[in-house]
């Protein structure tokens, strides 16, 4: 499925795409969900199945003007 999303204006983060990967390669669904606090707050994904209990932490990378 897919969504979009309202984000705050200004709302901006890096993720390195290698480590994204690297958490949706061990994932079996091709669903997932992020979750987004904050720009410098890790990003949750989860598979979007509420039996999986496998879930990935990826920390967001600073961003200069």
Do not use: F
């Amino acid at each position: 499925a897919c969504e979009d999303i309202v984000l705050p204006e200004g709302y901006k983060i890096a993720l390195k795409a290698s480590v994204v990967q690297q958490v949706l390669g061990n994932m079996e669904s091709d669903n997932v969900r992020l979750e987004l606090t904050d720009p410098s707050r890790a990003v949750l994904i989860k598979e979007d199945d509420e039996k999986s209990q496998l879930l990935g932490l990826v920390m967001p990378m600073v961003l200069t003007n």
